[in-house]
């Protein structure tokens, strides 16, 4: 059976079938993956994740993979898969919080963000398989940062251009974050089984507004609303006002996918050019994923303090 590709969406990626991943992905199925991949920005393996080597063997196609510093969430017998995991019976602590948004209590919520935009060097993308799924909601969406590039006036094009974006970690996603629901609430630590007290060492860094796709050479407003705080060189109401409004465009959910996830499906996302959110399941309810991430550094961000060095060694946290 040849491999096909059909739109995912109208607006962002491809649904690929055809696939065997029972046994070595020959070079040429192996290009064609990625040459879909770098038009689409996500790909859907529909119920192809059936087992481990599986989930490898689709990941290993787009670079060298690298265990999460979440140490305690890497398999015993694999690092380079995480387990994304919720179950009610849970009590242990969790990195993230349970937060009520549109009056539902949730665990594991993700506003609209691409991964580690804290950090000046940002990984090429990720895996994530479901295992278990979740009997209600769980979804996981993507929205096109090039196409959301395409999307903004053309004066709005000449403003953003050459300006930068000051980012900071911060885990608590009722602060202000732009573009995030004003009606988000968190549940307190003894409710969530959220953070354990843990602290992470995080110092702000820079990323560009606007970066162009090596490959294709089309623009990417390259902005995260998770973590953002201000544009460099900019009097902080206006800078406020600008990184709002663009938060507000790049999340336009009427241009997102939203995956409502099958029992093994696989999907694999671009981290430099696409955000993704997660709506999170209801407090009673299980979820069980795996999670592979690709490593890579667009080599364009930094350290806000010119006397860092990008390169040191610094824990990563899949946000």
């Not at 606007?210 to 902080?236: A, D, N």
């Not at 663009?246 to 955000?275: C, Q, T």
Request: glycine content about 8%; proline content about 6%.
């Amino acid at each position: 059976m040849a491999m096909a590709r059909t739109p995912l969406s109208p607006h962002i990626g491809f649904e690929i079938a055809g696939v065997d991943f029972g046994r070595p992905l020959p070079d040429p199925e192996q290009r064609e993956i990625l040459d879909a991949w770098i038009q689409g920005g996500v790909l859907l393996f529909r119920g192809a994740g059936t087992d481990d080597e599986a989930h490898m063997r689709l990941s290993q196609v787009f670079g060298q993979l690298e265990p999460a510093a979440t140490s305690g969430l890497n398999r015993a017998d694999n690092p380079y898969l995480m387990t994304l995991a919720y179950s009610p019976e849970d009590t242990r602590a969790r990195f993230n919080r349970h937060y009520v948004v549109d009056g539902v209590a949730r665990a594991g919520w993700l506003g609209w963000h691409w991964d580690q935009s804290f950090m000046p060097t940002i990984v090429r993308g990720a895996v994530l398989r479901m295992t278990e799924p979740a009997a209600e909601m769980g979804e996981t969406g993507f929205i096109d940062a090039v196409a959301a590039y395409d999307r903004l006036s053309e004066a709005m094009k000449r403003r953003v251009e050459g300006l930068e974006v000051v980012y900071e970690f911060n885990p608590d996603f009722t602060s202000g974050q732009f573009g995030f629901p004003k009606d988000i609430s968190a549940l307190d630590r003894a409710a969530s089984g959220g953070d354990s007290g843990q602290r992470y060492d995080f110092p702000p860094c820079v990323h560009p507004l606007v970066i162009v796709q090596r490959e294709t050479g089309r623009k990417v407003l390259k902005l995260s609303p998770m973590h953002s705080r201000y544009i460099l060189g900019m009097e902080r109401a206006e800078s406020d006002v600008l990184l709002e409004e663009l938060a507000l465009h790049i999340s336009d959910e009427r241009y997102a996918y939203f995956h409502k996830w099958g029992k093994d499906d696989m999907i694999v996302w671009d981290n430099w050019r696409v955000i993704h959110s997660a709506r999170g399941v209801p407090l009673h309810c299980r979820r069980m994923a795996h999670r592979t991430t690709i490593m890579g550094d667009y080599e364009v961000g930094r350290y806000l303090d010119p006397a860092l060095d990008r390169n040191r060694v610094q824990k990563r946290l899949v946000d």
